[in-house]
């Protein structure tokens, strides 16, 4: 799909971001899409900040929250679209349940979009499997780094060691995610975050 190509390095990239978001009314969804380390969840905080600069009422949820552990990427994108998405584009509140790490399993309690969300603000959602289902998406945001940069960025996160053991299954779930939704070919802006 052609679109809006960018990068972070490009002044004012934030605002190519923005101009693409589709006016609205009701919840607006933006999905930021790419393989680990390749920097979607700095994309989503620089497009954040752009966007509550402008007065809009913004979340960020984090697939983070979605998936079902290190196995659990593909459930995490299921459970976007059928807990959070669908909800939204019926026009109904969206009800989801966090993953808890550290205890391995669904949070007892709720999780909702803050109420000045609710009522007509935008959702962006970051993490691999986000944009698995395009046709629920008012904007769906590829974010690439070179391979190189991704391996040294995962070297260097904070939670690295835990993560070290799960990332040739993580990488196999990726590109099974990939290969199988093609973010990156539905996608109406690409982000370069060299």
Not at 63 to 80: N, V
Not at 82 to 101: C, I, M, N, S, Y
Not at 103 to 132: F, K, N, Q
Request: no cysteine; aromatic share 6%; net charge negative.
């Amino acid at each position: 799909m052609s679109g809006v190509r960018t990068g972070t390095g490009v002044p004012g990239w934030t605002e190519n971001v923005v101009a693409a978001l589709p006016g609205g009314t009701g919840v607006r969804v933006v999905a930021i899409e790419g393989r680990s380390g390749a920097g979607k969840s700095t994309v989503a905080a620089h497009l954040r900040e752009a966007l509550s600069a402008r007065g809009e009422a913004v979340y960020v949820l984090t697939m983070e929250d979605l998936y079902a552990g290190w196995d659990g990427l593909a459930e995490g994108a299921r459970l976007l679209r059928t807990r959070v998405l669908a909800p939204l584009a019926r026009g109904e509140e969206p009800v989801w349940h966090r993953w808890d790490w550290q205890h391995g399993r669904r949070s007892d309690e709720p999780s909702r979009l803050p109420d000045e969300v609710s009522l007509g603000g935008i959702l962006v959602v970051e993490g691999t499997g986000s944009g698995a289902s395009p046709a629920l998406l008012d904007l769906l945001v590829w974010v690439h780094a070179p391979e190189p940069e991704r391996i040294r960025r995962l070297d260097e996160r904070e939670d690295a060691q835990l993560y070290i053991p799960h990332r040739a299954a993580w990488a196999a779930q990726e590109a099974h995610h990939l290969d199988r939704h093609r973010p990156q070919t539905h996608a109406r802006v690409q982000v370069d975050n060299t």
